[in-house]
């Protein structure tokens, strides 16, 4: 198995700009998460998925922040727009009942906004 | 208080030293719970699950108190590979597979 799939793995970007992030869980796995990491804050739930249906958003900074799963294959999370404080890398993770609520993580993509 | 709260690091042992990680969390009706390791610049990695009864992978123990709400992480013998950060994971029982990470306790194992 492939693993979680994250792209790209970096991104430096200017302030304003919009950026995407993309995700491909480990087939078979229904549930799907986003999060942030940073020194300051650590580990940061963003949103969950489950079944391709999001189930909790209330991590996301703000408005600015969106994130869709069209399909079980696929995720994306997008800024909009971004800023120097969005800065951190970004960890999408996948799961499934078989694996006991245990996460498997992607590479992470490291945002640099500035 | 927060939700998961690790000891402070960074811990810096000697190899073949025993070093011991505790974890409070303050959801009674937690469910379940993980150590995960993190390397610099990389994603965090499950390292085992922990079980009411306790659990051991080789030179690792892991061991769940429900009436102290605490876990703890027992390395034997450490090397210097197991020079990481540790990250308690408590599950959180009304978000479903929604879980809570530790802030990362780390581990610094020397020559």
């Known amino acids: 198995d492939a693993g979680v799939i994250q792209s790209p793995r970096h991104e430096v970007t200017e302030m304003g700009q919009e950026v995407t992030l993309r995700c491909k869980p480990i087939?078979?796995?229904?549930?799907l998460f986003w999060y942030r990491q940073t020194m300051m804050r650590g580990l940061e739930l963003l949103i969950y998925?489950?079944?391709?249906?999001?189930?909790?958003d209330s991590g996301m900074p703000e408005d600015r922040f969106s994130a869709k799963m069209p399909n079980a294959s696929f995720s994306t999370l997008k800024i909009q727009p971004s800023e120097p404080r969005d800065s951190a890398v970004y960890f999408c993770?996948?799961?499934?009942?078989?694996?006991?609520?245990?996460?498997?993580f992607g590479s992470g993509t490291r945002l640099t906004v500035v | 208080r927060k939700e998961v709260e690790q000891d402070p690091g960074p811990f810096n042992v000697p190899e073949g030293a025993t070093v011991a990680f505790n974890c409070t969390y303050s959801?009674?009706?937690?469910?379940?719970f993980f150590w995960y390791r993190q390397d610099c610049r990389k994603e965090p990695k499950l390292l085992m699950s922990?079980?009411?009864s306790g659990n051991e992978d080789g030179r690792f123990t892991a061991q769940l108190n429900r009436a102290s709400q605490y876990i703890s992480l027992l390395i034997r013998d450490s090397k210097l590979s197991d020079s990481a950060t540790y990250l308690c994971?408590?599950?959180?029982?009304?978000?479903?597979?929604?879980?809570?990470f530790g802030a990362g306790t780390r581990l610094f194992v020397k020559a």
């Open positions: 087939s078979g796995h229904n549930s």
């Open positions: 993770a996948s799961s499934s009942l078989t694996q006991g609520y245990g996460y498997t």
């Open positions: 922990v079980y009411s």
């Open positions: 998925f489950n079944n391709n249906v999001p189930i909790d």
């Open positions: 994971v408590v599950n959180n029982p009304t978000g479903g597979f929604k879980t809570i």
């Open positions: 959801n009674s009706a937690s469910q379940s």
